[in-house]
């Protein structure tokens, strides 16, 4: 069974940094592609960052500069270093597992809200 399991979403300031996980389990993980999508309150789920299995990043426009993603095979892990967060980065944050886009598998999500 696949399991995708996120952790470390939290409240933070505008200006502050969280660190999110993503614990993987069921697939061949340094075969997959891994990726963090966002989905805000009215809004259209969009990508945030991806890493494929030879560790290329691809990141959305909005958070360029701002955001890291990154992957420990070993330990079946994908993170996201999220920085300099503003408001409108506020949404659930979903992990996802891409093979070839024929299997592609979502997590249950993390709440990151950025607010004073």
């Known amino acids: 069974q696949v399991q995708l399991v996120e952790s470390g979403g939290d409240l933070v300031q505008p200006g502050g940094s969280l660190r999110l996980s993503c614990a993987a389990s069921?697939?061949?993980?340094?075969?997959?592609?891994m990726g963090w999508y966002r989905q805000a309150p009215g809004k259209q789920r969009e990508l945030v960052a991806l890493i494929n299995s030879g560790g290329t990043t691809d990141y959305g426009d909005s958070v360029k500069g701002r955001f890291t993603i990154s992957r420990d095979n070993a330990k079946n892990m994908v993170y996201l270093q999220m920085n300099s967060l503003k408001p409108e980065d506020t949404a659930v944050y979903y992990c996802?597992?891409?093979?070839?886009?024929?299997?592609?598998?979502w997590g249950q999500g993390t709440q990151v809200t950025v607010s004073s």
């Open positions: 069921g697939i061949i993980f340094s075969t997959y592609a």
């Open positions: 996802t597992a891409d093979w070839a886009r024929v299997r592609v598998y």
